[in-house]
């Protein structure tokens, strides 16, 4: 059971990036998916996450409005599309499996797991 990231790069400020979760081993269908993202020295923060009880999304404040989570079942994969990208959205973004019941809506970075090695989003001015 795997999850990689995909899709970072560098883009000037205000530009978009789709960032890709590809799942193989198991299917993202019976499962909450989590983006997350983490800068040096500081500790995991919740992004956005996509049920799969009821295909809710739920996204922090931060990039409520800018960001937009969906997932594509057939293809096994979750995506991260960022719009009106800001300097300081440069991190590096993983995504996570919920393996408790309460991570999609809360996204406490300890209720997810099967992180990849994420992939970095650079935003300059």
């Known amino acids: 059971e795997q999850l990689v990231e995909s899709g970072g790069g560098l883009v000037q400020a205000g530009g978009s990036l789709r960032l890709s979760c590809a799942a193989s081993?198991?299917?993202?269908?019976?499962?909450?998916i989590g983006w997350f993202r983490q800068a040096p020295g500081k500790r995991r923060e919740g992004v956005a996450c996509?049920?799969?009880?009821?295909?809710?999304?739920y996204y922090a404040d931060s990039v409520k409005g800018r960001f937009t989570v969906s997932r594509d079942n057939a293809k096994n994969t979750v995506y991260l599309q960022m719009n009106s990208l800001k300097p300081e959205d440069t991190v590096v973004y993983y995504c996570?499996?919920?393996?408790?019941?309460?991570?999609?809506?809360?996204?406490?970075?300890?209720?997810?797991?099967?992180w990849g090695r994420g992939t970095q989003a650079t935003v300059s001015l």
């Open positions: 996570g499996r919920d393996y408790s019941d309460y991570g999609c809506p809360y996204l406490p970075a300890n209720s997810f797991h099967l």
């Open positions: 996509t049920s799969d009880r009821d295909g809710r999304t």
């Open positions: 081993g198991f299917g993202i269908d019976s499962w909450a």
